[in-house]
């Protein structure tokens, strides 16, 4: 860790992982939200705004300990969405990507150009759909695997 007080903030995590049910650990995922903090401290030295994530992810992290075994389903919900908020900023601003976002991209990408191909030139539906499908899903594990290789997955 580059950042002192993230290592305060990963013993918290670690700590949360280990007091909740491995199900409620599931439900948060919480291993992804540790891969986050584990971003966010890289990036903090040279960006603003990954020094101010770190911050909410520090009361984010207190706030689920203090609920611990009372977390209602829009505690879940919350946690969802703020995790989505830090993903994005990573997303955007540092060209990550999650584990299989290329992935369903080709797949659903493969799987329209297959309906057009398989309407307009192969005249058979289904045909056209399960080949724009496994093409498609070809492609997005290809560049999962790429994008890992290069150390881009949160
Ligand atoms: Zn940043």
Redesign the pocket.
């Known amino acids: 860790m580059k950042n002192e007080h993230s290592e305060k903030i990963l013993e918290e995590v670690m700590a949360l992982k280990s007091s909740v049910e491995p199900k409620v650990a599931q439900k948060l995922d919480l291993d992804k939200w540790e891969r986050v903090l584990i971003r966010?401290d890289s990036?903090?030295p040279d960006?603003k705004?990954?020094s101010t994530?770190l911050i909410a992810y520090n009361d984010h992290i207190h706030q689920l300990k203090e609920k611990g075994q009372s977390l209602e389903s829009s505690d879940f919900i919350k946690h969802r969405h703020t995790m989505e908020n830090f993903i994005s900023?990573?997303q955007k601003?540092?060209k990550l990507v999650t584990e299989g976002t290329n992935q369903s991209i080709y797949m659903s990408l493969g799987l329209s150009l297959g309906v057009v191909f398989g309407l307009l030139f192969l005249d058979n539906l289904a045909l056209g759909i399960s080949f724009g499908f496994s093409i498609g899903i070809a492609i997005g594990i290809g560049l999962d695997v790429d994008a890992k290789k290069k150390g881009r997955t949160i």
Request: aromatic share 10%; net charge negative; hydrophobic share 35%.
């Open positions: 966010l990036f903090s960006c705004e990954c994530l900023h990573l601003e540092h």
